[in-house]
């Protein structure tokens, strides 16, 4: 691949003097073709909360540093990133003290049960990792697939890493091409399906122009975060049919209609995604495709 970009550049060159324009050979995309594969099971996910100061991990998923009041953001302000960045979109941070309130803080809980059970497992597959290059990769591509399997905990009651899990066929798989850079996988946005597992709830939910990072750790371990916007709409429909309380199912539709933040709608003014943020912990595994 680097000899045809350099033989390309040169021609390219060559060809623009004479007065013409080889547009094909404009950039050399890096190889994403070839390389290893390096597999994750999530071993957590809590939903990122943010401190009374407003500060919270998360992403910038609009573009903007909003104030208190912005009409794009339907009045909400942005929040601020641990590491002081601006503009960070995680309004579901919000809502959580209330669904604390009405679950006696279950809410985390019930999400680690479901990971130890075997009930909510999550694969990331890093693929096209240069050999010998786990530290910077211009382009890899990621993979977000629902396993299948039964896992072993440490006495940590936490998964232990190099298990082997199955893929389960039917569920949707989610995809898209990121870097690492310093050791720091990044990759988005794109469109990635959440499986949802708690309790008696089953169903899988969009996440729009998510963003993805992570941290990848020399002891195997890959921290980070995700987050995205949920349609207020797709987050009732799927919760409807189950019972997670009358006064949470009372109270749900106030309290996202008034916490939406993104995709506002030209006609109506009203903003009908939810920015939301998970961090994650997750340990290396073997995933059968």
């Not at 594969?37 to 909360?49: Q, Y």
């Not at 690492?180 to 939910?205: Q, S, T």
Request: net charge negative; hydrophobic share 40%; charged share 20%.
């Amino acid at each position: 691949m680097r000899l045809w970009c350099d033989v390309g550049v040169k021609w390219r060159a060559a060809i623009v003097l004479a007065g013409a324009a080889l547009s094909s050979l404009a950039g050399c995309a890096p190889d994403c073709a070839s390389g290893g594969v390096r597999d994750f099971v999530l071993t957590s996910m809590p939903f990122a909360r943010q401190d009374p100061k407003g500060i919270s991990p998360g992403f910038n998923l609009d573009g903007r540093v909003a104030e208190a009041g912005d009409g794009v953001t339907c009045g909400h302000a942005s929040l601020v990133a641990p590491d002081g960045a601006r503009g960070i979109d995680n309004q579901l941070s919000d809502l959580l003290p209330a669904i604390d309130k009405v679950t006696n803080g279950a809410l985390d809980g019930l999400i680690q049960d479901g990971i130890n059970s075997g009930m909510l497992l999550v694969g990331i597959s890093i693929q096209h990792v240069d050999a010998g290059s786990n530290n910077d990769d211009p382009c890899v591509d990621l993979e977000f697939r629902r396993l299948q399997g039964s896992p072993f905990l440490g006495t940590d009651r936490v998964l232990i890493a190099h298990q082997t899990f199955g893929t389960d066929r039917g569920a949707p798989v989610s995809r898209v091409r990121g870097t690492i850079r310093g050791g720091v996988v990044e990759a988005g946005p794109f469109e990635l399906v959440l499986p949802v597992r708690i309790l008696d709830a089953n169903f899988n939910l969009p996440m729009h122009h998510a963003r993805f990072r992570g941290v990848l750790g020399d002891d195997g371990v890959l921290d980070g975060t995700i987050g995205g916007g949920i349609r207020t709409d797709d987050i009732l429909r799927e919760l409807e049919p189950y019972a997670i309380g009358a006064q949470l199912k009372m109270l749900l539709p106030i309290l996202l209609q008034t916490s939406a933040d993104l995709d506002q709608d030209p006609a109506s003014g009203e903003c009908r995604q939810l920015s939301a943020t998970v961090t994650y912990t997750a340990r290396g595994a073997f995933i059968d495709p």
